[in-house]
């Protein structure tokens, strides 16, 4: 198994409920997030798949999120736009836009502080 790591980054505010009174409160993050790839063998040039690609499949999502209140956002009216839930959000929405049968996505991870992140492990 090969496994391929790429990170973005993308600004967001949201207004988490019943969580802590202080997170209630609008705020925002620069969130750092962290798209691992997996796949069992190697194309004919040889890699699981281009970063290239890769990246620029992670920025389109990002370009989803960046700059947004992430609440009025479709996927997060029946949810809190948590660091859980934008993980997973990542993950499907990469999921989708990866042809290769044999690669997935191995895990999402969202930094929304230098010390404090939230992971997501597809099954």
Not at 103 to 110: D, E, G, L, Q, Y
């Amino acid at each position: 198994m090969f496994e391929l790591k790429v990170t973005n980054h993308f600004a967001g505010a949201h207004q988490l409920k019943m969580v802590s009174k202080k997170c209630e409160n609008l705020h925002g993050h620069n969130w750092k997030i962290e798209v691992r790839i997996a796949g069992k063998g190697l194309n004919d040039a040889g890699v699981v798949m281009d970063f290239g690609i890769i990246k620029q499949l992670v920025s389109e999502i990002m370009n989803t999120l960046d700059h947004k209140f992430l609440n009025e956002l479709e996927y997060f009216q029946d949810g809190n736009p948590s660091s859980e839930n934008i993980t997973k959000y990542i993950a499907d929405a990469l999921q989708e836009k990866i042809t290769e049968p044999d690669i997935r996505v191995a895990s999402v991870t969202a930094w929304e502080s230098d010390d404090a992140c939230a992971t997501y492990f597809p099954e």
